[in-house]
């Protein structure tokens, strides 16, 4: 007998932080000049996840979380949504991360972290949940989680269980320089997986600061090509996107809309196109469909940025293909 639902669905695994975004209640002003605060939850990983589930996916999340009341409310967010939470742990002797984040006036962030650790820090290879990792069709990770041991081990070790187990490798760096020890740390750790991943993800920024160019062209993009990539991605804000594949290369248009805050716009861009890969890779050897699918990832993405907050602001396919059909 046919069933139907989410079960039928293939499983984006994400993997790494979650946390409580602190975003101050008036835009363009410093974190001292902030008059309050409104709590928001984030974490790219656990963005994406929460993007795939709002777009009709099946997504799970693998981290760890403090047993505390920002923790237990975290959890929550991700269970309303529809994600699946048996990847979660917690830590009764770490807190959850926070971050505290200002808007600039051109709606550019800057972040102020508190991680001294933060539970999502301290998750360790043996508490991972294997079965869960070993049955995703796509696993989708970021770098934070390479910071700091043993969640470095956990990240390693996660990845090559998913791996060994078919799945495709979506890695999106999600660069937040102020958590590293330097610069140079940051761009030596970030590139140390570069080689295994399927599909990679960057901004304009980060393929700066990776490449060391500053440069945003062709040329630069394909210096961090590897032979086993599918798919190299180079997100432009307002200008769309670049895509690069073994056999065609090109870019698809952004749409224009009134931009509130960035936060979570590139986590809605890549839940978008995880969601229309997980079932059928080939697209990703068919560049028609290709650039639809980036035509739809980019609505997403600008939908995400006209409201304040990456969860609240995240869309519906309905969203999304109004978006689209407007732009056509």
Known sequence: MASNGVNDKSLIVSFGEMLIDFVPTVSGVSLAEAPGFVKAPGGAPA???IAVARLGGKAAFVGKLGDDEFGNMLAGILK??????TGINFDTGARTALAFVTLRAD???EFMFYRNPSADMLLRPEELNLELIRSAKVFHYGSISL???PCRSAHLQAMKVAKDAGALLSYDPNLRLPLWPSEEEAREQI???WDEADVVKVSDNEL???TGSDKVDDETAMSLWRPNFKLLLVTLGEKGCNYYTKNFHGSVEAFHVDTVDTTGAGDAFVGALLCKIVDDQSVLEDEPRLREILRFANACGAITTTKKGAIPALPTPADALKLV???K
Do not use: K, P
Not at 80 to 85: D, F, R, W
């Open 208 to 210: 700066e600061f990776l």
């Open 107 to 109: 709606g550019e962030r």
């Open 47 to 49: 963005n994406v996840a």
């Open 80 to 85: 309303e949504n529809g994600v699946i939470a």
């Open 191 to 193: 590139l140390s997986i």
């Open 147 to 149: 910071i700091v041991e």
């Open 325 to 327: 059909n407007e732009g």
